[in-house]
C-alpha cells in the first residue's frame, strides 16, 4: 500500500509546534537606561581618576573599560515600541515572543527586533475582467479592510504577508464573481448585482479563511466596481430597458383590467345601463385601448343609440 505525505500547513513546519503568537520576555526599558547612564558616568569617572592616578592607573583603567561595555550592553538592549507596531524577539533563529505593548522595553542583546505594523489597513484589489456564472463577461473589483492579529504567523508563515493579501483578495473576488450571475433570472437566486449585502458577506468569509494562515483577520470587505465588460454593456443594457419596459407593460395590463372588471361591475349592481356580451365586448375593448395606449385617446361622441 502506498504512503501519501499529508500536506504541510504553512504555519507548521514537519516537527515542530505550530507557530502562534507569544508574549516576549523583557525588562522595564527605563529602568535599565538609567543603569547604563550611571555604567557611562562611572566609567567616565573612573577613567578621568586614571589620568592622574599613579600604581593604580591599570585598575581604573580596566574598571572604566568594563562599565563602558556594561553601558554598551545596556543600550543595544533598548527597544522601543510605538502604539500601532509590534516587536517580534527571534533569537538565533528562533521566535522568542512579540512586544506590543507601547513604551521602552529591553530585551536580550543578541536578539534581533523586526517591526511590524498591526494597524488597519485597506487594499483595493485591481478591476479584473471575469465571467459571471452565466458566462458574461464582467469588471469587478473590491476593497478590503484588515489587520495583523497574529505577528508570528505574518513573519514566519508566509514569505510577504501584505503581498499575500493581495493575491488571495484578488483570487477570492475571482471565485465570488464565478459563483454568481450579474442578475438574478429566478425568484430567491442570489446575484452579484441584486444581493450586495449577501456577497459581500460571502467575499469578507472567503477572505478571511485564506488569509488566516497569515496571522491577518479581515474586518471588512466591499465590492468597489460593478459592471458589465465594455464589449456587452450596450447589449446587456438594451436587454435591461426591453425587461424594464415588459415590466411596466404588464404592471399596465393587470392594472387596465381591473378597473375594467370594477367598471362592469359597478354598473351591475347599480342598474345604471343593461348590456349584453357583444356591448360588454366592445366597452372592455374601448376601456382597454384608453388604459393601455401610451398616446393620448380622442374621444368620439355617439349621438346616436347605443346600437348604431
Known amino acids: ?59 581604573l583603567i580596566a574598571s572604566g573599560v568594563l562599565l563602558l561595555l556594561l553601558a554598551a550592553f545596556m543600550y543595544r538592549g533598548l527597544t522601543q515600541v510605538v502604539a500601532g507596531e509590534a516587536r517580534v524577539v527571534q533569537l538565533f533563529g528562533r521566535y522568542r515572543g512579540t512586544l ?4 521602552l522595553h529591553w530585551v536580550n542583546v543578541l536578539a534581533d527586533r523586526r517591526k511590524v505594523s498591526v494597524r488597519i489597513r485597506n487594499h483595493e484589489s485591481a478591476a ?33 504577508f501584505p503581498k499575500f493579501v493581495a493575491i488571495q483578495t484578488e483570487t477570492a473576488v475571482r471565485h465570488i464573481a464565478l459563483s454568481y450571475p450579474y442578475t438574478s433570472h429566478h425568484e430567491g437566486e442570489l446575484s452579484l448585482r441584486d444581493n450586495a449585502a449577501e456577497i459581500t458577506a460571502k467575499l469578507s468569509a472567503e477572505i478571511a479563511e485564506r488569509v488566516a494562515s497569515a496571522g491577518v483577520s479581515v ?12 464589449e456587452i454593456a450596450q447589449a446587456m443594457l438594451r436587454q435591461q430597458q426591453a425587461a424594464a419596459v415588459v415590466g411596466a ?19 351591475q349592481e347599480q342598474g345604471v345601463v343593461e348590456l349584453d356580451e357583444e356591448r360588454k365586448a366592445a366597452m372592455v375593448s374601448n376601456l382597454l385601448v384608453v388604459l393601455c395606449s401610451e398616446q393620448a385617446t380622442q374621444q368620439v361622441v355617439n349621438t346616436g343609440s347605443l346600437y348604431q
Open 1 to 59: 500500500m502506498s504512503m501519501q505525505e499529508a500536506p504541510v500547513s504553512p504555519a507548521r513546519a514537519p516537527g515542530a509546534r505550530p507557530l502562534a503568537e507569544s508574549e516576549a520576555y523583557s525588562l522595564p526599558g527605563i529602568m535599565m537606561l538609567l543603569i547604563g547612564v550611571v555604567c557611562f558616568l562611572g566609567a567616565v569617572a573612573l577613567l578621568t581618576a586614571a589620568i592622574g592616578a599613579g600604581s593604580n592607573r591599570g585598575s
Open 100 to 103: 506590543r505593548e507601547p513604551g
Open 128 to 160: 479584473a475582467k471575469v465571467n459571471d456564472a452565466d458566462g458574461n463577461p464582467i469588471e469587478i473589483a473590491a476593497v478590503v479592510v484588515w489587520q495583523v492579529q497574529d505577528t508570528a504567523k505574518a513573519l514566519y508563515a508566509v514569505d510577504d
Open 219 to 230: 474586518i471588512e470587505s466591499r465590492l468597489t466596481r460593478l459592471s458589465y465588460a465594455p
Open 249 to 267: 407593460r404588464l404592471t399596465i395590463v393587470e392594472g387596465a383590467v381591473g378597473m375594467v372588471r370594477l367598471a362592469l361591475q359597478r354598473l
